[in-house]
């Protein structure tokens, strides 16, 4: 790395707002929660996973346009198919929420400037949106915990078409509740400069 | 107003990739646990599509106040309106010198409200001159930020006029009600306000024999009067160069930041009061000159003129043409007032010769030194001593001016002119001397 571009990534680095920096650790320690979890969960810690976790985590952080981040994502769950047997254990309630935290921070950041402040507003309509997501998820959870206590033979065909009913009712009524989401023709705001 | 498209982000490509990928390896594998994994991606990208902008985008800007003055600011708006899914908008403003932006960062966003967002950001202005407001990236998004659009605005342009230098004279102050201006004309003539009494020359009207006096002396005398022309002040900035720092007006100020602020002052004072007062730079890229006039108005247009001034700059000292042409021009019809107030550094030498030159003609002139002291410091040592070698000589030049009876001051802003504008005044009712 030449001197000027250490000096730009520096200058970079200075300009990014504080409250960025706190969306960037919550979207790097998010994945590495996930790692932690599944690796508690299947027994025993593969450190080069984690590292690797780490690694993409912060190149994600910091390209958030990238698609560093569905990588980071596809190595976690592939770690969780490959040390988990388990298909009722609840651990796998905060491993998901940690990689939906990961995917909202790191969409979030891909849309807003580095240097501004994300408005209060913004940060809770997101945290809304956020409640129904981990509804959805604690009802799906619920339902594969049932069907495994069940011993239904593992039909997944059943849980999916579950999941596409939860889902979708969860779309609904979101929608139907959703102030933004305005009849009013477009023509007359802007009319209004 | 731009018509842009929404285009899918890397986050409902991730949603989307993630939740089929994991659904389907969880169908066959017989997970169900993965399922669990792949539902915030399965609702965000169900979410996503549901609320997908499906109408075109509507965006309009402006800028709140065309022209400032230096240190004011004014408001950057922009709407976005148009798909009813529209959640959350940012933008950022290039970064430009002498502009501040409020947030500090440039940097903006606010949440929909009614299917529509507002931007509002701060821009202030701290140096004169017409520089545009530059570019805005503009960005908005949809819920999950699943679909963004973006735009860059166009500049807008933006007049900075500049902030006068705390100014005002009393020299010469005897107000006249019947003339034009508050002051009186310094020079005599045919006009109302008594002057004094003189011996009686070829060309005097009768009328203005005084002879109760005359009987007393025994030779013709007559009543002198000052002549009924309100003060004519002339404007004269030097743009061949710009020497030392321009900070903006928060900050130090360069020579032509001086020169500028200082013509602004003397405009500022005379030119409300009814007195003309013209305006012509010289040494800029184009020519820019303001005719005598009075008024608010002509205040205006000489600050509209003075936020023009550009240096020169790399323009060759050939093509900015020698001392004789820029005479000739200077004395086609500006320059030609009463009291020609020329501002300069005073570095170039064709500078100080044209001001001589205006002063062997008998014209009244004042040079105002606007080189800042600053000028010398430099963080290269050769640079720093070439300055005060540089200003040796010109402290030797400046002798040779003032030696040809025209007063150089340094610009301290209130009664900066004082002196002078009475000395002046005071020469003007003597006989003269001029070169043809």
Known sequence: MTAGALQRCIDHLWLIAPQRWTLIGISVVAPVAASTITSFEGGHQIVPVL???????????????????????????????????????????????????????IALMAVTPIGARVDRSILIRWLGRSVYVVVATVAMWSIVYVVSDQDLGGNAVVTFAGFVTLSVLVVLVRALRDPTRSTQPPSSAAGDL | ????????????????????????????????????????????????????????????????????????????????????????????????????????????????????????????????GRRPVERVRVVAATPWAAFRWS???????????????VFDADAAARPSDGLVGLHRSARAGEGNEFAGIRPFRPGDRLRRINWVRSARSNELQVNATWADLDTHIALVIDATDDFGV????????????????????????????????????????????????????????????????????????????????????????????????????????????????????????????????HVTDDADQFTALAWRIRLLERRRELRMVQAAGIPVVRWRGPGSLDQVIRDIARRATGPRIVLR
């Open chain 2, 151 to 165: 735009m860059v605005t166009d500049r807008h342009e933006l007049t900075t006029l500049p902030l006068p230098a």
């Open chain 2, 246 to 373: 321009s900070e903006g007006v928060d900050g130090r100020a360069s020579s032509l930041d001086g020169s500028v602020r200082a013509a602004g002052a003397i405009a500022e004072h005379y030119a409300p009061r009814g007195e003309r007062v013209s305006l012509r730079a010289f040494g800029t890229a184009t020519t820019q000159a303001v005719p005598p006039g009075t008024g608010r108005a002509q205040l205006r247009r000489i600050l509209d003129t003075l936020a023009r001034v550009q240096p020169a700059g790399g323009v060759s000292a050939a093509s900015r043409g020698s001392v004789a042409r820029r005479r000739a021009a200077l004395g086609s019809g500006a320059i030609r007032g009463q009291l020609t107030v020329m501002l300069s550094p005073l570095i170039d030498p064709d500078s100080i010769d044209l001001v001589v030159s205006l002063g062997r003609q008998g014209m009244a002139v004042i040079v105002v030194d606007t080189l800042p002291d």
């Open chain 2, 1 to 128: 107003m731009n018509r842009t498209g929404w285009r899918p982000t890397a986050a409902y490509v991730r949603a989307a990739v993630g939740a089929v990928t994991v659904i389907a390896f969880a169908l066959v594998w017989r997970r169900p646990d993965i399922l669990v994994i792949a539902a915030p991606m399965a609702v965000v990208t169900v979410w996503s599509v549901v609320t997908r902008p499906d109408s075109a985008t509507e965006f309009a800007d402006r800028l709140g106040h065309p022209t400032l003055r230096e240190g004011d600011a004014t408001t950057w708006r922009a709407t976005i309106a148009g798909p009813g899914g529209i959640d959350l908008a940012a933008a950022v403003i290039d970064p430009a010198p002498w502009t501040e932006t409020r947030p500090s960062s440039g940097a903006v966003t606010a949440s929909a409200s009614t299917g529509s967002v507002q931007l509002a950001m701060g821009v202030r202005s701290t140096r004169w």
């Open chain 1, 51 to 105: 590292v690797l976790v780490i690694a993409l985590a912060i190149g994600a952080a910091f390209a958030p346009e990238s698609h560093t981040a569905l990588v980071a994502e596809a190595i976690v769950v592939w770690q969780w198919l490959a040390s988990t047997d388990d298909p009722a254990t609840p651990w796998v309630v905060p491993m998901a929420l940690c990689l939906f935290a990961f995917h909202t921070t």
